[in-house]
């Protein structure tokens, strides 16, 4: 009776040993979600570790809706700051590989797809060479009007008085999801889930719902987080690797593609 328990049994090695391991060439449909420890190593500050201006000011009183009413000079300043921060970072290893590893697919050299799911507002992965990122928490690069629902793409400052470029009414917000507010693509995303083959975190908390559930979302697929440190959710994966996402992404991304290079 404990036969099925055993180490040995394969029905056990099917479930708990991660195909990214060893089994790297049955991985055909991968799901990618970032989040912001990905983004720290290309040095981008996070809001609770931004010093200075930001210091004095919670959370609550610059990312919320409430806080969009109440004074809407400071959301503006708070993102144009954030924005211009962009400036000053750069891509890391992680995003060129997980860029590398998207070109392969379109080229065929490589026999996968992939879906990048982000946690985070910055452009690097585009920067990187990604294309079709799905940013489920909006983007410092855009700009959405709350009279019309046009989105612009912004890497200047706003204030409140700028005129929206489609209808001209001063009404542009940042085009972000606030605290309080629903994640953009949730139908993609769902989907992308329920069918990939693949699942890995990358650089995620782990407490930020909904996409700390999606680990329980992905059915049969097999999952890994790869982070600096556990996270709160690390044990509902398969496998968990930890150090830095510009070291370990290069290195499962060669593995994958060497597993399914096509000639
Ligand atoms: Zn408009």
Request: glycine share 6%.
């Given at each position: 009776m404990w036969v099925g328990l055993a180490t040995g049994d394969p029905r056990h090695h099917l479930r708990r040993t991660p195909v990214t391991t060893r089994r790297p060439e049955r991985?055909?449909?991968?799901?990618?979600?970032?989040?912001a420890g990905i983004s720290q190593e290309s040095g981008l500050e996070t809001f609770r570790d931004a010093n200075g201006l930001w210091a004095h000011h919670r959370i609550e009183d610059v990312c919320t809706p409430e806080a969009l009413a109440r004074d809407p000079a400071l959301v503006h300043r708070f993102y144009n700051l954030r924005r211009a921060q962009l400036r000053d970072v750069a891509p890391n290893a992680a995003h060129q590989a997980l860029a590398e590893l998207q070109a392969a697919s379109r080229a065929?050299?490589?026999?996968?797809?992939?879906?990048?799911?982000?946690?985070?507002?910055?452009?690097?992965?585009?920067r990187a060479g990604?294309?079709?990122?799905?940013?489920?928490?909006?983007?410092?690069n855009s700009m959405r009007c709350t009279a019309c629902e046009a989105r612009h793409e912004t890497t200047g400052d706003t204030t409140p008085a700028t005129?929206?470029?489609?209808?001209?009414?001063?009404?542009?917000?940042?085009?972000?999801?606030?605290?309080?507010?629903?994640?953009?693509?949730?139908?993609?995303?769902?989907?992308?889930?329920?069918?990939?083959?693949?699942?890995?975190?990358?650089?995620?908390?782990?407490?930020?719902?909904?996409?700390?559930?999606?680990?329980?979302?992905v059915g049969d697929a097999q999952t890994l987080d790869i982070n600096i440190a556990p996270?709160?959710?690390?044990?509902?994966?398969?496998e968990t690797r930890l150090g830095a996402a510009g070291t370990l992404v290069p290195r499962l991304v060669r593995a994958l593609m060497e597993a399914q290079h096509v000639a």
């Amino acid at each position: 009776m404990w036969v099925g328990l055993a180490t040995g049994d394969p029905r056990h090695h099917l479930r708990r040993t991660p195909v990214t391991t060893r089994r790297p060439e049955r991985v055909k449909r991968i799901v990618v979600l970032t989040g912001a420890g990905i983004s720290q190593e290309s040095g981008l500050e996070t809001f609770r570790d931004a010093n200075g201006l930001w210091a004095h000011h919670r959370i609550e009183d610059v990312c919320t809706p409430e806080a969009l009413a109440r004074d809407p000079a400071l959301v503006h300043r708070f993102y144009n700051l954030r924005r211009a921060q962009l400036r000053d970072v750069a891509p890391n290893a992680a995003h060129q590989a997980l860029a590398e590893l998207q070109a392969a697919s379109r080229a065929g050299t490589w026999a996968g797809t992939v879906t990048i799911i982000t946690q985070n507002v910055d452009d690097l992965h585009e920067r990187a060479g990604s294309t079709d990122v799905i940013h489920m928490h909006g983007r410092l690069n855009s700009m959405r009007c709350t009279a019309c629902e046009a989105r612009h793409e912004t890497t200047g400052d706003t204030t409140p008085a700028t005129p929206c470029p489609s209808c001209g009414r001063p009404a542009l917000r940042p085009d972000i999801v606030f605290f309080g507010e629903i994640p953009l693509h949730m139908e993609a995303i769902t989907a992308a889930l329920t069918t990939c083959d693949l699942f890995v975190a990358i650089g995620t908390s782990g407490q930020v719902y909904p996409a700390a559930a999606f680990v329980d979302l992905v059915g049969d697929a097999q999952t890994l987080d790869i982070n600096i440190a556990p996270s709160e959710i690390s044990t509902r994966f398969d496998e968990t690797r930890l150090g830095a996402a510009g070291t370990l992404v290069p290195r499962l991304v060669r593995a994958l593609m060497e597993a399914q290079h096509v000639a």
